[in-house]
């Protein structure tokens, strides 16, 4: 077999992990990372697909040259390629898989870079942009990426809005022009290649890439002790402190309520169902109902001052942050407890008429059969029925939803309320405050209700 000099590489990949926020490490470090396209040319040659989720295999020789250093390997941005691949090695071809360094050295889990080449890192030694689409621009290639791209990494490589993981099955069209895409991004980055190739990257800077590549590689050690000691620390800050900064957040309120942005505007109700307006006032600003002058029915419910609110409020936020766990977790629990029984109520009845209808369709079809009813009316019959069904299944989704969402509500509030300031939390988990004489009535999104004094 020829022996290979160098090797274009480009991936598409799957990952729950964001690559943006968290890097490439946990991203390709992630139990759900998945290698879905490796495409790839062999010096030069005409650009080869492996549709490795489908169940493709990578040649052989191909495998055994990522790890072989007279191999140059090369890829836009290239740490990704590199640190993915260290992965699915790892984990599919143990045998083929080696690093740089012994197995407790951090960096012993990754191919070694100095075989690899960066084409983003020769773009920048030369001047151009980073990203392969305005590269390609920049050099007038004939070849440019795929417009289509964005959406479908979207739908391919990362999770939808509800986590849910989506197939190539689930879109075989789509999935087509995701391996032409796939294709063209190796087709690209050789073009550049080719154009840079008479300005290359001196050995130097190369060595440079490859030391910033162990750097990342080896990562650096962090006390963990003092870290999560640190954490605790902020969470049971003094009292005095504590009081001190919510003074100087209403300050900053107050001056925030002069500009007419308050926080809680559009969300303060009053018992009579109508809303409370905001009042800018010289020395205190307040609230009142806005039909407390009306003249068929005046609203008798009294003015509310904005920093009592505020400070309702602030209170209601130190509560939740201290009892989170005696507040939110026994409404986690009721909330199974509801769900279950809702499901166990409303869907059995649901699941009953499911199973008449499908008694009837076979009635029907008998009585057909038997010629006492016509073909017509049969097909009629199945049609209501179809629809029936349809309802049905959308009314078991539906009910799901209600507790889905609620839950979701109540662990968001969960996570936010020790990390997020109580003025910031307003516009992220109040729906509404409903005023009734003292009293605030904070309902938070998901249906929680909250009374608090003011
Ligand atoms: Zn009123």
């Known amino acids: 077999m020829k ?10 990949t799957y990952s729950d992990i964001d690559l943006l ?29 492996i549709d490795v989720v489908n169940g493709e295999c990578i040649p052989d020789n191909i495998l055994k040259a990522l790890t072989d250093d007279s191999v140059i390997k090369y890829a836009h941005n290239a740490s990704f ?63 440019q990426k795929m417009d289509e791209g964005k959406a479908l990494i979207r739908l391919f490589c990362v999770p939808d809005k509800n986590g849910e993981r989506h197939y190539p099955s689930e879109a075989p069209d789509k999935w087509e022009l995701f391996r ?12 550049i290649q080719q154009k840079l190739s008479r300005f290359p990257v001196p050995e130097t800077v190369w060595d440079e890439y490859h030391l910033s590549e162990e750097i990342n590689d080896r990562g650096i050690l962090i006390d963990m002790p003092l870290v999560e000691q640190a954490v605790r620390i902020d969470a049971i800050i003094d009292r005095e402190t504590f009081v001190g900064a919510q003074a100087l ?45 009306d003249i068929a029915m005046p609203c008798d419910n009294p003015i509310i001052y904005d920093d009592a609110l505020n400070a309702a409020w602030e209170r209601l936020c130190t509560k939740l942050r201290r009892h989170a766990d005696d507040i939110l977790t026994p409404c986690l629990g009721q909330l199974a407890i509801l769900e279950e029984n809702i499901n166990q109520g409303e869907i059995l009845e649901l699941e009953n008429r499911e199973k008449e209808l499908r ?46 969402d609620t839950a979701e509500h109540l662990e968001i509030i969960y996570k936010l309320i020790s990390t997020t300031s109580p003025q910031r939390l307003i516009g992220m988990i109040i729906e509404k405050i409903t005023i009734d004489n003292g009293t605030a009535v904070f309902e938070l999104k998901g249906g929680l209700k909250l009374r608090e004094v003011m």
């Open 3 to 12: 022996t290979i000099k160098t090797l274009e590489i480009d991936i598409e």
């Open 180 to 191: 032409e895409y796939n294709k063209r991004d190796v087709e690209v980055e050789m073009a």
């Open 21 to 49: 926020s968290a890097g490439v490490y946990p991203y390709a470090e992630s139990s759900q990372f998945d290698l879905l396209l490796f495409g790839y040319s062999v010096d030069g040659s005409e650009v080869q697909v």
């Open 359 to 404: 008694q009837r369709r076979y009635v029907l079809c008998k009585l057909c059969a038997e010629n006492c009813i016509t073909h017509e009316k049969l097909l009629q019959s199945e049609a209501e029925i179809e629809v029936e069904f349809a309802e049905i299944a959308d009314k078991i989704d539906k009910i799901s939803a209600v507790v889905d």
């Open 81 to 143: 390629e590199r640190i993915c691949m260290s992965v699915y090695l790892r984990r599919h071809y143990p045998e083929y898989f080696r690093s740089y360094s012994i197995t407790e050295d951090t960096i012993g889990g990754y191919l070694d870079p100095a075989s690899w080449r960066c084409t983003m890192v020769w773009s920048a030694y030369d001047g151009l942009p980073l990203s392969l689409r305005n590269v390609g621009a920049a050099l007038h290639l004939d070849s």
């Open 249 to 293: 957040m209403v300050k900053s309120t107050a001056k925030v309520s002069k500009k007419n942005e308050n926080p809680f505007r559009g969300k303060v109700k009053c018992r009579c169902g109508r809303s409370y307006f905001f009042i800018p006032a010289a020395h205190r600003n307040y609230w009142e109902c806005s039909a407390r002058f």
